[in-house]
């Protein structure tokens, strides 16, 4: 049982995120709205004006003027982890970039230790009030990728507590395996092994437990290459599993056509991405998840193509990224302000990516980025006089009101 209240119900004398809604009856300029929310479903979007008279008996609840959004999706994030790396920071204020941190030891493979010696319980416990931080800016649905066990087990404890998060939460939670995410220590020098113990051991296991809804893999020269992350896909296809990538965050190794090639649903990162990558992503319908937080605090100067991207029509997703190393951000918001201020996403762009598009990159494009009849009740009231708000504040939270799974988690 919730201790949350039910959000069953008629909502009423709302203003509709504009782009963020389908009405069942258009709501004109200026006019209120209503959501009708049964069994914690919504049953009917339109204007307060024009509620269907079968909806009349259920308890009203005066929306007061708020600004309604549906609930906001996290698309790419490594939230599970032991340890922090507030000392690579300071490594990186001093002068040493990402990838020298990385060759000296330190970056990715340092989580993985930090992550391998604490326990499932421990895990859970440092991801709750990451996860709790995020929720409470009206997040319904996150990515959790693993890729800081890169053993069997240690990646099965993180894809568990990412799914106990889910459960204890009540959030929808995709998990993505990311074994192919840097070369453990153990198989130094032996990049193969790792990768196909990565597509026949652990990828097959972790699989028949339920505990992978996508791959991915980081195709970068400090990582894995196109040759071996082909390999990850085909073993993810033959299992009927979607894939991503971390593509062009450093470099273009070519991994976005890789990508599209393979159906994936979306490639992140992509600062360095060519026209033939842009047009391939294009054709399959992949998502490009823009992440700013990693922009900035690698301080990358190298933009990723916006304006290619929006002049070839992919739907652009925005994501905190968040991990220990480049993005320990806990703000979808600021996320979407960076968007617009770093990468010149227009505001409702950055609000499409933070809802709409993030949903299509996690495949769930059906119940989640959207507020619609026939969907699970996931929506935000603002307290905002204007959409564009939501991108302009700086560490401002206006969420008013959070309906999660058809419950009242704020409110
Ligand atoms: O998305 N690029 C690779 N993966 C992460 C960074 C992980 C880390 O440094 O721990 C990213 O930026
Ligand atoms: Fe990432």
């Keep these: 049982m919730s201790i949350h209240p039910c959000a069953d ?18 709501v004109g300029a200026g006019e209120r709205a209503s959501l009708v929310v049964q069994g914690g479903v919504l049953r009917w979007v ?114 568990r507590v990412a799914r106990r998060l889910g459960q204890a939460l009540g959030v929808t939670v995709r998990t993505t395996f990311l074994g192919a995410h840097a070369l453990p220590p153990e198989y130094a020098g032996r990049s193969q092994d790792y990768t196909d113990a990565v597509c026949d051991e652990m990828l097959p296991a972790l699989a028949a437990e339920g505990l992978v809804d996508a791959v991915d893999a980081f195709c970068e020269r400090i990582a894995f290459t196109l040759a071996e992350t082909r390999q990850v896909f085909q073993a993810a296809q033959r299992l009927g599993i979607p894939v991503k990538l971390h593509a062009g965050q450093l470099s273009d190794m070519g991994g976005a056509q890789l990508a599209a090639r393979h159906g994936a649903l979306s490639c992140d990162h992509i600062e ?109 009231l603002w307290s905002v006089g204007e959409a564009a708000e939501l991108a302009y504040w700086l560490g401002h939270n206006p969420a008013r009101t959070i309906v999660r799974q058809g419950r009242i988690v704020k409110g």
Excluded at 9 to 26: I, K, Q, S
Aim: charged content about 15%.
């Design 272 to 380: 360095h991405l060519s026209q033939e990558g842009i047009d391939a992503m294009k054709a399959a319908g992949t998502v490009a998840v823009l992440l700013p937080g990693a922009y900035y605090t690698l301080r990358d100067t190298h933009l990723p193509p916006i304006a290619q991207l929006r002049a070839a029509g992919v739907p652009m997703a925005v994501s905190t990224d968040h991990n220990p190393g480049t993005s320990p951000a806990l703000s979808l918001l600021l996320m979407a302000n960076m968007a617009c201020t770093l990468f010149r996403l227009t505001v409702p762009e950055a609000l499409a990516g933070i809802t709409t598009h993030a949903a299509r990159a996690l495949g769930l494009s059906d119940t989640h980025g959207l507020i619609a009849a026939g969907r699970p009740a996931n929506f935000v």
């Design 46 to 159: 339109g204007p307060s004006a024009a509620l269907p008279a079968g909806y009349a008996r259920l308890a009203r609840r005066d929306g007061g003027g708020l600004l309604a959004t549906p609930g906001l999706v996290d698309c790419h994030t490594h939230l599970v982890y032991g340890g922090q790396r507030a000392n690579e920071f300071a490594m990186r204020l001093a002068g040493a970039s990402y990838e020298e941190v990385a060759r000296a030891g330190g970056g990715i493979v340092s989580s993985v230790r930090a992550t391998r010696e604490a326990s499932e319980d421990e895990l859970f416990a440092l991801a709750l009030p990451r996860l709790s931080a995020l929720l409470a800016e009206g997040v319904c649905a996150i990515e959790i990728k693993s890729g800081y066990g890169l053993t069997l087990e240690h990646e099965r404890k993180q894809l």
């Design 9 to 26: 119900g008629v909502w009423e004398g709302l203003r509709l995120a504009p782009g963020l809604a389908r009405a069942d009856v258009a």
